[in-house]
């Protein structure tokens, strides 16, 4: 399966700053990558699609211009978390699709704190 | 789009004995099913998946069944192991989109 890296895995920081997280897929490369979100003890829920060379795909809900998508090159997604709050504290996980069809492989996840 | 329900919640077993979790989907599209093992603060780790071609896969411990007109899949582990212990999630997709819903996720604890 695709080796799917996420960096930073934890990261703390206070309210109102911008974090940003990176997914890397190591081995092939993706024109699609999926962001997720997890609160504590919850399911995944899917944020946005994220797409190589275009804009991304949000979920309803979820608010784009608080969570910035970048997929500038085929190996490399970002999210951005602006202007961050307590609330958004949670586990950001991102994934790729596989090549057979429908599988995700996932990164390690980030764990953001927001004080 | 896409609704998934899982149950139960959680599921408690002593060891050696099996455990099925339960999960219906509401979009008769979807044709791509999967389950996944996530450990506390862990990656969600993919067990077993099935298409909507087959009714049923199994590996080794692990098996899963899909009933396409009722629209739920199931997932039946025997000879539960405490290493069994963990969340698990089913989940739905059209392969050809790619993008994975999520059942509630189910946790179990398999007691020695």
């Known amino acids: 399966g695709a080796v799917v890296s996420q960096h930073p895995s934890w990261v703390i920081c206070k309210s109102g700053t911008s974090v940003k997280i990176e997914c890397r897929s190591l081995?092939?490369?993706?024109?699609?990558m999926f962001w997720y979100r997890q609160f504590p003890k919850q399911s995944l829920m899917l944020m946005a699609t994220?797409?190589?060379?275009?804009?991304?795909?949000?979920e309803q809900g979820v608010e784009k211009d608080k969570f910035l998508i970048n997929h500038a090159s085929l190996t490399l997604s970002t999210l951005t978390v602006t202007s961050a709050h307590p609330e958004d504290s949670s586990f950001y996980i991102c994934?790729?699709?596989?090549?057979?069809?429908?599988?995700?492989?996932f990164g390690e996840g980030s764990r953001l704190t927001v004080l | 789009g896409e609704n998934v329900e899982q149950h139960p919640s959680t599921l408690s077993v002593q060891e050696g004995d099996s455990a099925v979790i339960k999960c219906t989907y509401s979009?008769?599209?979807?044709?791509?099913f999967p389950w996944y093992k996530q450990e506390l603060g862990k990656r969600p780790q993919l067990i077993i998946d099935?298409?909507?071609?087959?009714g049923e896969k199994k590996d080794q411990r692990i098996a899963v069944t899909l009933n396409k007109t009722a629209k739920h899949f199931s997932l039946h582990i025997t000879e539960t192991q405490p290493e069994d212990s963990a969340v698990y999630f089913c989940?739905?997709?059209?392969?050809?989109?790619?993008?994975?819903?999520f059942g509630q996720g189910t946790i179990l604890t398999v007691h020695p």
């Open positions: 994934s790729v699709p596989g090549v057979v069809g429908g599988e995700l492989f």
């Open positions: 081995d092939f490369q993706a024109t699609t």
């Open positions: 994220s797409n190589e060379g275009s804009k991304a795909t949000y």
């Open positions: 979009d008769s599209a979807s044709n791509y």
């Open positions: 099935i298409r909507s071609n087959v």
């Open positions: 989940a739905a997709s059209m392969t050809s989109y790619g993008k994975l819903t």
